[in-house]
């Protein structure tokens, strides 16, 4: 029955499963990480490349700022895993189970599918504050 439904319009039903997961993974991402920390990473690596830039000619003062965007960017990796842990399973059976469905109907169903959760995931991402 399931598998009927998603066929009777392939792209179309391959567009809505794309951002059901989507907003999923982006809820799960948004309460499993301090999203105030994360911006505030964000923030400080913003003001690293500006400092950056600003000191290509001092390789020392260059080497204290990569250390620092180092250091922010491995804390942000951190926190980036356990969305990561807690999803990878799931999305793994679903492709599974839905590479069975729609290889045989939609042969680049999986473009569609990157397609709409790339989109969906930048108006998710904006209309929840997720960073």
Known sequence: MIRELLLSNPRVSIII??????????????YTTNQDRMKELKGIQKA??????ENKGNPEEMA?????????????????????LIT???LIIFFWWIK??????LSSWLWWYIGAG????????KALKVV
Request: aromatic share 12%; net charge positive; hydrophobic share 50%.
């Open 100 to 105: 069975d469905i729609y290889m045989p109907a």
């Open 118 to 125: 790339i989109i969906s995931s930048i108006f998710i991402r």
């Open 64 to 84: 204290k700022i990569q250390k620092e965007m180092f250091s922010c960017s491995t804390e942000l990796m951190k926190y980036s895993f356990k969305p990561l």
């Open 88 to 90: 990878f399973i799931p």
């Open 48 to 53: 690293c490349n500006i400092k950056f830039k």
């Open 17 to 30: 499963l794309a951002v059901l997961i989507t907003l999923i993974m982006t809820l799960v991402t948004k």
